[in-house]
């Protein structure tokens, strides 16, 4: 009964603002790694952001790095992407996924290193 759920895409004109959410069933987020992945049409897969278990680090991909904020909130196992600043090469479809790799500069980035996924939210960022 392993479910991950994304929410909160949607449209949004460019500089505006969205809050992903990424809400887990079945096992508690705190003690994983979770990573957010996007994918566009004809694109690769690219690695957002991640972070880790309760005590560990975040990491975020060049593009979104002081635009975009991953955050948990245990008590509601569920862990968020805000993003900001949004601009039309954001659009894609957002994913969550969680694994037990770590999030680094050189752990959490790629799709290999996590192991359950969620079915993703579109964000479209468009005037």
């Known amino acids: 009964q392993l479910q991950l759920v994304e929410s909160g895409g949607g449209l949004v004109q460019p500089g505006g603002s969205l809050r992903l959410s990424c809400t887990a069933s079945?096992?508690?987020?705190?003690?994983?790694?979770i990573g957010w992945f996007r994918q566009a049409p004809g694109k690769v897969r690219e690695g957002v952001s991640c972070i880790d278990t309760s005590e560990g680090t975040t990491n975020y991909a060049a593009s979104v790095k002081g635009r975009f904020t991953i955050s948990r909130d245990n008590a509601e196992n569920t862990v968020y992407l805000q993003a900001n600043s949004l601009k039309p090469e954001d659009s894609a479809v957002y994913s969550c996924?969680?694994?037990?790799?770590?999030?680094?500069?050189?752990?959490?980035?790629?799709?290999?290193?996590?192991?359950?996924w969620g079915q993703g939210t579109q964000l479209t960022v468009s005037s």
């Open positions: 079945g096992f508690t987020l705190d003690d994983h790694t």
């Open positions: 996924a969680v694994g037990v790799g770590g999030c680094s500069a050189y752990h959490g980035s790629q799709p290999f290193e996590y192991d359950y």
